[in-house]
């Protein structure tokens, strides 16, 4: 599910630049997945030249949404599951660019699409992912600001020279197993008992 949510960002993403760069749909895309704190690879380095690097550096658990219930009917049937894993994800958007006039272009593009879409999911991002059935994914993006002591340590975290970046928390990607916990049938009637009388 992380992997689908970070290609549907980018599926829309690279459709995007295209257009603002007065490309089709046949247009190389700019950016891509990859692992900006492998830089000092020289196969990664290579592979990661010249694009939009996205990189996940942190993903946390939403508690707020922990709690609710963990039952629900199936047909005749009550089952009990645990709850889904409700993700925050912190998505580093690297603009690693040998111009620098087009990090800045580029970041500054990445930033334009966000303020203009901030929710994403299969149905409103048509041509993102394969037609495989994905449930309940969604996405919705927030701009973070860091400090110039967080940005620091960021950089320092990742071990690479900082370059035009934008910082943004993906919420909520919800993992599901569905494993069936137990199960039992519905309630279908009940008999009162009333008190004895002599009693």
């Known amino acids: 599910m992380i992997v689908e949510a970070m290609n549907l960002l980018l599926g829309q993403l690279n459709a995007y630049i295209a257009r603002a760069d007065g490309g089709g749909p046949g247009a190389p895309n700019q950016a ?14 290579t592979e990661l030249d010249n694009h939009l690097v996205l990189t996940m550096v942190k ?3 939403e508690r707020t949404l922990k709690n609710g219930k963990t039952f629900a009917n199936v047909g ?7 709850r889904p894993l409700h993700l925050n994800l912190c998505l580093l958007f690297s603009a690693n660019y040998r111009n620098y006039a087009t990090c ?3 970041i500054a593009q990445v930033l334009t699409f966000f303020q ?4 994403f999911t299969p149905g ?8 495989i059935p994905i449930l309940d994914l969604s996405l919705t993006v927030d701009l973070q600001t860091l400090t110039f002591e967080e940005v620091n340590h960021l950089w320092g975290f990742l071990g690479a020279k ?22 039992g049938g519905l309630v279908q009637e009940f008999e009162v008992l009333g008190r004895d009388a002599t009693a």
Request: hydrophobic share 40%; no cysteine; charged share 25%.
């Open 32 to 45: 891509i997945l990859g692992n900006i704190a492998h830089l000092d690879r020289p196969d990664v380095a």
């Open 59 to 61: 993903f946390e658990e």
């Open 76 to 82: 005749n049937e009550v089952v009990y599951r645990n």
């Open 104 to 106: 800045l272009r580029r």
């Open 116 to 119: 203009g879409k901030q929710k």
């Open 124 to 131: 409103n991002s048509p041509g993102s992912l394969p037609p």
């Open 162 to 183: 900082e370059m035009p970046f934008a910082l943004y928390r993906g919420r909520l990607v919800a993992l599901t197993d569905q494993p069936v916990l137990a199960g």
